[in-house]
């Protein structure tokens, strides 16, 4: 049927500071619209915690259609899943609040309105959300609201890059062990393995041996037989290569119960003592996290907040691979260690979104080997800078340069990584990393180093356009006012030269 398209921007709550009303706020709101009138609703929110506190207002303002509104994301049980998704088959559920998990490979049966909390990241992802509406020959809806995130704010500004964009092509590097592995036990489980059988080009030899010692495969003779009960694929994630889960206990009266699990590398994240882990739009808090035996336990609670983290990451260059210059800044494509810590927690309060708290978080920092595009800048762009002015540049000029990214890779912002460093012990400079996510890299850093300069004048366009007067989060970031300054470099940088200004 018929398709119309709307991208809201939401109203300026300061338009000194380019401070918009809140993404999640908003979409709450004209959901609840939708729902309210008994039209079959798709909300699509860009984490795990947004679809729960969206899920939750939505519970909580329209009570009577709160069994009719359900929440769908990773971490929920397979069970829990299959339920959903009859659910919204049947037409008992006529709403549903969802992560780019309901995007692809589900049959969710026919809605009429599809809610984006952000853009997602890629043309294709923005077509695929849309999409889940109007399966029948009635008219439907996408409405796209803008978050103040960069990247956001251009989409809004500049509509037609959605209408006249293709589809990005799919990034991946099949020579990464953690996705080879993967993919070399798909195809055992199809056919076996002759010794000295390559596979996508590769020597798989070594692979094939360690999958015996696992007792994943079986030897006889020459040949490689698949021998594990389970089915391969159903441990293969289109969106990360992370190793292994952890499960969520909830602890009651009546005893123990598994409501659900979370992938490694988000826990320190996520599922910290103390953190408020929403489920279905019903609040724990997490007692215990027994990391050793990657177990989770929580209790139900009512608190009137949510919990979010705040992390370090430290960066350490171990090989460079490829090398370009372009007047004020060197270019490295490199092997990288990236070290995460999550090192506290805010509490925001529902409704407000105000904090109104905070916490320590003492886990084990994660260490993740990857590749990285590494910028070091010319020491003279700093020149007339206090330290600390010099480091807010670089925090703004990286803040721009990871969320424009997805223009040039198919890629949500969120599986790119950033980190600054006002002189690092390797360029002896000040240094800029935009590194891939996923342990090994899937290709994104290398797509970075071929479109840097691109990149640099995509920031710069960004900053110049946007309304603020010198700074905002839909820019150079919160609470940095600094915009002429960032233009200043960002100009330098693509012209090459320097002039300094007081």
Not at 148 to 165: G, T
Not at 166 to 179: G, T
Not at 193 to 207: A, H, M, R
Not at 470 to 498: A, Q
Request: glycine share 8%; net charge neutral.
């Amino acid at each position: 049927g018929e398709r119309h398209y709307v991208i809201y921007n939401p109203p300026m709550v300061d338009a000194a500071q380019g401070i918009r009303r809140g993404v999640v706020l908003e979409t709450s709101g004209i959901a609840k619209r939708f729902i309210k009138e008994g039209i079959p609703t798709i909300i699509f929110a860009r984490s795990r915690m947004n679809t729960e506190v969206i899920l939750s207002y939505l519970k909580k303002w329209i009570p009577s259609k709160s069994r009719e509104i359900a929440g769908y994301r990773g971490g929920y049980l397979p069970k829990e899943r299959r339920e959903i998704e009859r659910g919204l088959k049947n037409g008992r559920i006529r709403a549903v609040v969802a992560t780019n998990a309901l995007e692809l490979g589900v049959d969710i049966g026919g809605l009429d309105v599809s809610i984006m909390a952000g853009y997602p990241g890629t043309v294709a992802s923005f077509y695929q959300q849309s999409g889940r509406s109007g399966r029948k020959e009635r008219i439907s809806l996408a409405i796209l609201v803008a978050s103040n995130s960069p990247l956001d704010q251009y989409i809004a500004e500049h509509p037609e890059y959605l209408i006249e964009k293709s589809p990005e092509a799919a990034l991946i590097n099949p020579k990464n062990v953690f996705i080879l592995v993967d993919q070399l036990k798909c195809a055992a489980f199809e056919l076996p393995f002759k010794e000295n059988e390559g596979f996508i080009d590769e020597e798989v030899g070594d692979i094939l041996n360690f999958l015996e010692e696992k007792s994943v495969l079986h030897r006889e003779n020459d040949i490689y037989h698949w021998q594990e009960r389970s089915y391969p694929a159903e441990n293969v994630s289109i969106r990360s290569a992370d190793d292994g889960n952890f499960v969520i206990v909830e602890m009651s009266a009546s005893g123990r119960r598994v409501i659900g699990e979370m992938d490694r590398s988000s826990v320190p994240f996520l599922l910290y003592k103390n953190a408020v882990y929403i489920h279905g739009s019903q609040q724990y808090v997490v007692t215990e996290l027994d990391w050793d035996n990657r177990v989770a336990y929580v209790k139900m609670s009512k608190v009137n907040y949510y919990t979010d983290s705040e992390s370090k990451t430290d960066i350490k260059i171990l090989e460079n691979d490829e090398y370009s210059s372009s007047g004020m800044y060197d270019a490295w494509l490199s092997e990288v260690l990236v070290r995460t810590m999550a090192v506290k927690y805010k509490k925001i309060k529902f409704g407000t979104h105000e904090n109104i708290g905070w916490g320590e978080i003492n886990l084990p920092t994660i260490e993740m080997h990857t590749r990285s595009l590494v910028l070091a800048l010319n020491n003279e762009l700093f020149g007339n800078y206090s330290r600390e002015q010099s480091e807010n540049l670089l925090l703004s000029i990286s803040n721009l340069l990871r969320n424009i990214s997805p223009l040039y890779i198919m890629t949500d912002v969120r599986d790119i990584g950033s980190a600054e460093a006002l002189k690092e012990p390797l360029t002896g400079r000040p240094t800029l990393f935009l590194y891939d996510r996923y342990p090994g890299g899937v290709g994104l850093a290398d797509r970075l180093f071929d479109v840097k300069d691109s990149l640099l004048v995509s920031a710069l366009q960004r900053v110049k356009e946007c309304a603020c007067s010198n700074g905002c989060p839909s820019c150079v970031g919160p609470n940095r006012m600094n915009k002429r300054d960032t233009i200043e470099v960002l100009e330098h940088l693509i012209k090459g030269n320097v002039k300094l200004v007081n």
